[in-house]
Nanobody, 125 residues
Framework: QLEIVESGGGLVQPGGSLRLSCAASGLDYHSVLWFRQAPGKEREGISCISTKGVGRTYADSVKGRFTISRDGAKNTVYLQMNSLKPEDSAVYYC????????????????????WGQGTQVTVSS
């Protein structure tokens, strides 16, 4: 059983930065997906990282602004978010897929069967 805890959300001005963390014991054996959901909108997969950390994928909406990384020693996956825009405002979740070698950006993929509780990101002046 993977118990994921996300943190790092908050209120930031446009153009600012935040770093989200996704932590869980045993996370190193999981591909991890970051996805977000804004009110009235569908879930959007924005970035994922494979179990070995070699494969990283980004949605077009965040490419060049967000960076995903993982620290195996800390069992933590990070999402560094720069140049934030108001349209990035949403609840951000991470999800883990055990032993999935190649991650994807599909939050509805049933292999992502461990989710955290989410962390709110608000980008506003």
């Amino acid at each position: 059983q993977l118990e994921i805890v996300e943190s790092g959300g908050g209120l930031v001005q446009p153009g600012g930065s935040l770093r989200l963390s996704c932590a869980a014991s045993g996370l190193d054996y999981h591909s991890v997906l970051w996805f977000r959901q804004a009110p009235g909108k569908e879930r959007e997969g924005i970035s994922c990282i494979s179990t070995k950390g070699v494969g990283r994928t980004y949605a077009d909406s965040v490419k060049g602004r967000f960076t995903i990384s993982r620290d195996g020693a800390k069992n933590t996956v990070y999402l560094q978010m720069n140049s934030l825009k108001p349209e990035d405002s949403a609840v951000y979740y991470c999800a883990g897929a055990p032993y999935l070698p190649n991650c994807n950006l599909e939050p509805d993929d049933p292999r992502y069967n461990y989710w955290g509780q989410g962390t709110q990101v608000t980008v506003s002046s």
